[in-house]
C-alpha cells in the first residue's frame, strides 16, 4: 500500500518512459480528466500513446482544439471493422499461437455459461487482439486503462496473448457494484499496479482481494488546473440564486432529487434557478418532472457542453449541488470548488473525501431533498456563509487536489513501477 508521493525529477540522462493508454471512449465531454492527465504526463516527459475502443462522443467540429488534436492521433479499434479483426486473428494465430489461445481461453471462461457474457467475451477478445498488435507496431509493452469497466477486460485479455503488463485506475464505485460482472478480482491479480483515486475506492478493492495483493494499490488522487479554474466573483445580492449542476442526466446523479428540492424552495417563493449541464439518458424523464412541478424557466437544461462553455457557466453559478447516489471523487466538484462556488452534494462513498461538511462545503444525505432544500436555503439566507465555504474549498483543492502536483505523483507512480520494465532499473 504506497502512500508516499516519490516525485522526484525524471533524470535527463534516461530516456521517456512509453506506454499505451487505453480508454473506451476518447475524447469525451466525461472524460476530459484523462485528456488533461496525458497531456501533462507528456509535459513530464512521457511518451504514451492512446488507443480508444470507440470514437469520440461528438462530431470533430464540436471538439475543442485540444480534444481535435488528440482525436488526429487516437488509434479507434473500432474503426477498423472485420477487415481489422480478421487481419489481427490471422496474425497474432501466425505470431504468438499460444498467447492467441490462452487468450481465448480466458475470454471463454469470463463468459461462463452466460451466452451474452460469451458473446462479449469474444468481442473483449478481438480487441484485445487488435490493441496488442498496435502496441507491438509502436514498441510499446505497459498497458494503461481509466477505469476497471469492459477496457480494462480487453487488457486483461491482451496481458494473456502478448508479452506485455497493464495496469489500471479505479473510480468507482460502478464496479464495485456489481464486482464479479466486471471481473474485478481476476483484474485486480493480474495487474502490475492499480492506482486508486482515494481511500474509498482502495477500501473496495482489497475488500476483494487477499492481503498480499494489497501492496499492488497506489493513493492517486485526480485533481484540476487553478489557474484555468480561477475564483470568480461573489455577488451579494441574487436574484434569482443561480445553482448549477454538472454531469450526465443518468439514475446515478440524483438529478431528480435536485429538482425536488429546487421545487420545495419555489413552492417557499424563493427566487431560484437551476441550469443542468450534461446529457443522458434521464433527459427526457427529468423534463417530465420539470414540467409537471410547473418549474418552467426555473430549470435550464443546458445539455452537454465543451470545456471552453463550462467556466462560462460556473463563473455567473452562485452555488453547485450534486444530488448524486453513487460517486468516485467527482472532478466536477473540484472544479466549481477552485472557481470559489460553494458545494452542496451527498455524504456518500469518495466525496467525504474531498469535502468535509461545513468546512469545505455541505453534505447532505443522499435521496434527502428536503434536506438539499435546506442546504440551498442556508447558502442562499448567508452571503459570508457562501464566501467562506467558497474560498476554503479552493484552498481544499489547492492543497489536496491540484492537477500538477497529482500529475506529479501519478508519474513518480509509473517511474517507481515500471523502471524495471523498460530498462530504467
Known amino acids: 500500500m504506497n502512500d508516499n508521493n516519490d516525485n522526484h525529477p525524471h533524470p535527463s540522462s534516461s530516456p521517456p518512459l512509453r506506454l499505451a493508454y487505453l480508454v473506451s471512449q476518447y475524447p469525451a465531454v466525461s472524460h476530459t480528466f484523462i485528456l488533461r492527465e496525458v497531456a501533462r504526463l507528456r509535459e513530464l516527459g512521457f511518451e504514451i500513446a492512446v488507443a480508444s475502443i470507440n470514437g469520440p462522443d461528438r462530431p470533430s467540429d464540436r471538439l475543442t482544439a485540444a480534444e481535435q488534436s488528440e482525436a488526429a492521433h487516437t488509434y479507434y479499434v473500432k474503426r477498423h471493422g472485420l477487415m481489422g479483426a480478421l487481419t489481427a486473428k490471422w496474425a497474432t494465430l501466425i505470431t504468438h499461437p499460444a498467447g492467441f489461445f490462452r487468450g481465448l481461453k480466458l475470454a471463454l471462461r469470463l463468459g461462463g455459461a452466460d451466452l451474452k457474457k460469451l458473446l462479449y467475451g469474444l468481442f473483449y477478445f478481438t480487441e484485445a487482439l487488435m ?78 482481494s487477499p492481503p498480499d495483493q494489497w501492496d499492488k494499490f497506489e493513493i492517486s488522487p485526480l485533481g484540476v488546473d487553478p489557474t484555468l479554474f480561477a475564483p ?60 409537471e412541478r410547473a418549474l418552467g424557466q426555473a430549470v435550464i437544461f443546458e445539455g452537454a457542453v465543451n470545456q471552453d462553455r463550462i467556466r ?60 438539499l432544500a ?51 532499473g
Not at 474509498?200 to 475488500?207: D, E, G, V
Not at 441574487?238 to 450526465?248: K, L, M, N, S, T
Not at 479552493?394 to 505523483?409: F, G, P, S, T
Request: net charge positive.
Open 131 to 208: 490493441i496488442g498488435r498496435w502496441m507491438a507496431r509502436q514498441g510499446l509493452q505497459h498497458l494503461h486503462v481509466h477505469f476497471a469497466t469492459p477496457a480494462a477486460t480487453v487488457a486483461l485479455i491482451a496481458r494473456q496473448i502478448f508479452p506485455i503488463t497493464f495496469s489500471m485506475t479505479v473510480h468507482g464505485p460502478d464496479e464495485f457494484y456489481d464486482a464479479p460482472g466486471y471481473y474485478l478480482s481476476q483484474k485486480i491479480a493480474g495487474a502490475t499496479f492499480i492506482c486508486c483515486i482515494g481511500y474509498y475506492a482502495r477500501s473496495q478493492l482489497m475488500k476483494l
Open 374 to 424: 435546506a442546504a440551498l436555503a442556508r447558502l442562499m439566507d448567508d452571503a459570508d456563509l457562501r464566501q467562506r465555504l467558497g474560498v476554503a474549498g479552493r484552498a481544499r483543492v489547492e492543497d489536496k487536489y491540484h492537477l500538477q502536483r497529482n500529475i506529479e505523483r501519478l508519474a513518480a507512480i509509473f517511474r517507481r513501477r515500471l523502471r524495471k520494465e523498460d530498462g530504467h
Open 312 to 371: 462560462e457557466l460556473y463563473a455567473a453559478a452562485d452555488a453547485f449541488a450534486l444530488a448524486s447516489f453513487a460517486e468516485g471523487i467527482p472532478v466536477v466538484l473540484m472544479e466549481a470548488m477552485a472557481m470559489t462556488i460553494p458545494c452542496v452534494t451527498t455524504f456518500i462513498t469518495g466525496i467525504p473525501e474531498l469535502i468535509r461538511d461545513g468546512q469545505d462545503g455541505l453534505l447532505v444525505a443522499p435521496s434527502d431533498s428536503e434536506g
Open 232 to 291: 470568480r466573483p461573489f455577488r451579494a445580492e441574487d436574484q434569482p440564486f443561480e445553482v448549477i449542476c454538472v454531469g450526465r442526466l443518468t439514475p446515478a446523479k440524483g438529478q431528480a432529487i435536485l429538482l425536488d428540492a429546487i421545487a420545495r424552495l419555489r413552492t417557499d417563493g424563493r427566487a431560484i434557478r437551476l441550469r443542468l449541464v450534461g446529457d443522458g439518458p434521464d433527459r427526457p424523464i427529468l423534463e417530465r418532472i420539470a414540467a
